[in-house]
């Protein structure tokens, strides 16, 4: 069994390849953000994109570990994958230029950081926000952490 696993890149930029090599059969395995596989088809995974519905990480654990699962997973199909499971990888935050994105609320005038896809792109313009995807050096130049009572949170420099 060959595997491939997305951390071996620094960023998503090549999320894209590697499902197209499962898709082949270059790799039997690999783990994959649900939000890319849902941006290829597999939209029975469209809900885990949306912003602060999943808060915690034993909220991730639960949803994964629950008959919601297989659920989530069925769309997989229509892009010619089968889900093995539901794996939480640690729970993506919005970054914020300018102030933190802590509410839904404070999306509406903001500009943030996110991954490329339709998913969350249509989720940040439709509470009111605007977008960009800077990755790398182009983002942390953007950004700079600020801690406010343990929790870290980006503002603009």
Avoid at 6 to 19: F, Q
Avoid at 30 to 43: C, E, K, Y
Avoid at 50 to 67: G, N, Y
């Amino acid at each position: 069994m060959s595997a491939l696993h997305p951390s071996t890149y620094s960023d998503a930029d090549n999320e894209g390849d590697i499902l197209k090599a499962v898709q082949a059969g270059t790799f039997d395995v690999t783990v994959l953000r649900a939000g890319r596989l849902a941006d290829a088809g597999a939209t029975s995974l469209a809900p885990l994109q949306i912003p602060f519905l999943v808060t915690s990480e034993e909220q991730a654990a639960k949803i994964a570990a629950s008959p919601v699962a297989d659920t989530l997973m069925a769309g997989l199909s229509k892009i010619g994958l089968t889900g093995l499971a539901l794996v939480p990888g640690g729970l993506r935050h919005i970054i914020g230029y300018g102030t933190p994105i802590v509410v839904p609320s404070d999306l509406d005038g903001a500009t943030v950081n996110t991954r490329p896809g339709d998913a969350t792109e249509m989720e940040v313009q439709a509470l009111g926000g605007t977008f960009d995807h800077s990755t790398g050096g182009a983002r942390d130049a953007k950004v700079e952490v600020v801690t406010f009572a343990a929790s870290s949170c980006p503002a603009r420099r």
